[in-house]
């Protein structure tokens, strides 16, 4: 089944304790990337990769980062988390973005609480 | 900065009603309108988009109407359902973004039966 995976689902930290969320699509897709979703704010992009090796910042990338070695992980990494960083973040892949109507797939969500 | 601007924030339609959701944009490079579909616990999904130089697209009950003079595009849903109930983003993209999707602040939808 194509699909795009995050784990964990839920998670609950403290304040300044590194964190990884991974995702994972099994599409082949060469565009990956991180969404926060907050209420009233809708979705706002992290950060961005357009293939392999190549990360870019989306709207709010401030204490975020991403690496992509491999085609099919695009990890988002808290280094030392926030509670202002509480929120529902989804991953989502697609082919080249630049196709006009390329569908972008998004996982299932990862609910972050840092206390 | 935000680019799309989406409203009403929370919508109540009965049984069979019509749902209607805007949206208007300030890029006017933007070539790509999609609407996203988000159920409780799921991540988006694409439901319906549209491109500038039609005014409007028609898929099942779902319809975009676009008015490109005025940057405003519109999600109706006729004879809405309960399962219809969800929360629906507008999205915009083009070029000069780097194709990159800008959304707008979401529309909790809920259809009563």
């Known amino acids: 089944e194509a699909q795009v995976t995050q784990n964990p689902r839920y998670l609950i930290t403290v304040t300044g304790k590194k964190l990884t969320v991974t995702c994972s699509q099994n599409?082949?897709?060469?565009?990956m990337s991180w969404y926060r979703q907050d209420p009233g704010l809708g979705l706002r992009q992290i950060y961005y990769?357009?293939?392999?090796?190549?990360?870019d910042k989306g709207d709010v990338p401030e204490g975020y980062k991403v690496s992509r070695k491999e085609k099919r992980n695009f990890p988002l990494i808290l280094e030392s988390p926030s509670p202002n960083q509480t929120s529902l973040y989804f991953c989502?892949?697609?082919?080249?973005?630049?196709?006009?109507?390329?569908?972008?797939?998004f996982g299932p969500g990862t609910r972050l609480l840092v206390l | 900065q935000q680019q799309v601007k989406q409203s009403p924030q929370s919508l109540i339609v009965q049984k069979g009603g019509i749902s209607i959701i805007n949206c208007a944009y300030e890029?006017?490079?933007?070539?790509?309108f999609p609407w996203y579909q988000q159920f409780p616990g799921k991540g988006p999904a694409l439901l319906i988009a549209?491109?500038?130089?039609?005014s409007e697209k028609k898929e099942g009950r779902f319809t975009i109407s676009f008015n490109k003079s005025a940057k405003q595009f519109s999600l109706h849903i006729m004879d809405s359902q309960p399962g219809d109930s969800a929360t629906y983003f507008c999205?915009?993209?083009?070029?000069?973004?780097?194709?990159?999707?800008?959304f707008g602040e979401g529309t909790q939808l809920t259809v009563n039966p």
């Open positions: 990769s357009m293939n392999v090796e190549v990360t």
């Open positions: 549209i491109r500038p130089d039609v």
């Open positions: 599409m082949n897709h060469e565009y």
């Open positions: 890029n006017t490079a933007f070539d790509y």
């Open positions: 989502a892949s697609s082919f080249d973005p630049r196709r006009w109507g390329e569908t972008q797939y």
């Open positions: 999205a915009a993209s083009g070029e000069t973004s780097g194709s990159r999707l800008t």
